[in-house]
């Protein structure tokens, strides 16, 4: 009996309000419904897991990933707050306790956020496959989206433990105006970014010529486009500067129009000049993936008769445009050979008076 006296005392002491039996049946009571409630995530993350394996409906893949991320900790949670409020509601510790209830559903709901960001964007990355920009875009605004969510979470954090978190939102907005102004440049380059990514004027493997530069995208960065020159040295230009600059994007030309001229000596008979807009106009024509425009006699020049032929290559291809303007090019010389034209250059005949 003296022993059971005993310990009825040692039970009936008070921790921060509580006697220490009620805290034991505390324990004991979310202990186990932690257990109750492990067997539940269990048993719906099986079955959820396995209908979305059977469908391509996209919700229930949403509902499993949320069911596998409540980690266990935050389940403790739920039931010591249960357990709480069926127990102990009035005890002078329950409001301390709470708190740190509210941290761990903080907690919680910033892995939530961060694994929705994660399924977002890997479901972005799996339709954008093969499209290197938009990848790199996605995992940017992934990042700056769990930015936001963490520090969301920061702030709520500190104002469950009565920080006044308004003047410090004020502070930080003075402050990060003072860095925008230090860092205005960096800015404009990452805003710059977002624009190349969103709008899309060239993408990885475009051939750009920009003022005196031209080349191949090679990299596409937060602050800087990297293109490789047909020469081999790679040219870096800032994104701002990039955008701002007029830029001719070669991969995306659906046709491209070809202009050459012929020059005769002003020698050749009036039979030839007038055939000879007929005879370019069939070697044109005799050409894979070109569509004629026109051959005409364009001028009079100082030491030739020019004529000035205009086709459009339906391949926009730089190398099979090349091969086709050879091609037409032997063409015609070897048209001129056989009929005697002569080619014109640059001569000057001098009249002596005698």
Sequence with gaps: MPDSAAAQDFLDHTLMGMALIDWAELLGITLALTLVLVALRHFFFGRFSRLAERTTNRIDDIIAEVLHGMRTWFLAVVAFYVAVEFIAADAPAIPWLLRLVFVGLLFQIGLWGNDLVRIGTEWYVEAREGEASQITAARAMAMVGRLVLWTLVFLALLDNFGVDVTALVAGLGIGGIAIALAVQNVLADLLAYVSIVADRPFVYGDYLVVGDYSGTVEHIGIKTTRIRSLTGEQIIFSNNDLLGSRVRNYKRMNERRALFSVGVTYDTSHEILTELPEMLRGIVEAQENVRFDRAHLK????????????????????????????????????????????????????HLEK
């Design 299 to 350: 001028t009079f020049g100082d030491f030739a008769i020019q004529f000035e032929v205009v086709y459009h290559m339906v391949v926009p291809d730089y190398a099979v445009f090349m091969d086709t303007q050879q091609t037409i090019n032997l063409a015609i010389h070897r048209l001129f050979t056989d009929r005697g034209i002569e080619f014109a250059f640059p001569t000057q005949t001098i």
